[in-house]
């Protein structure tokens, strides 16, 4: 069993950064595909970013590419998602998700295993 704890969340203004950390305890973290998510009321959870266990493929969402950078550190069991840029519309919940069989890092929510309990982003104009 994986618990993922997400950190780092916030108001800023458009054009700021932001770093979110999602800490992983319990399991073989190394194993996991790890990806961030977000979230707006309404709206399903789509994946932002991801990562393989090894670090060697990322996948990025259109919407965030060349903004956002997605990074793991194995031996310290945490993920980064770094988001420059910001825009209003990147405003939602962001959550940690952790997989071992997850088929393709573009997939949906239901390929992880794990997830956290969510850190708010808000991006003021």
């Known amino acids: 069993q994986v618990q993922l704890v997400e950190s780092g969340g916030g108001l800023v203004q458009a054009g700021d950064s932001l770093r979110l950390s999602c800490a992983a305890s319990?399991?073989?973290?190394?194993?996991?595909?790890m990806g961030w998510f977000r979230q707006v009321p309404g709206k399903e959870r789509g994946v932002v970013a991801a990562i393989t266990w090894s670090g060697g493929s990322t996948y990025y969402a259109d919407s965030v590419k060349g903004r956002f950078t997605i990074s793991r550190d194995n031996a310290k069991k945490m993920v980064y998602l770094q988001m420059n840029s910001l825009k209003p519309e990147d405003t939602a919940v962001y959550y940690c998700a952790g997989g071992i069989f997850v088929a393709s890092l573009s997939g949906s929510a239901s390929g992880y295993d794990y997830w956290g309990q969510g850190t708010q982003v808000t991006v003021s104009s």
């Open positions: 319990g399991g073989t973290f190394s194993r996991y595909t």
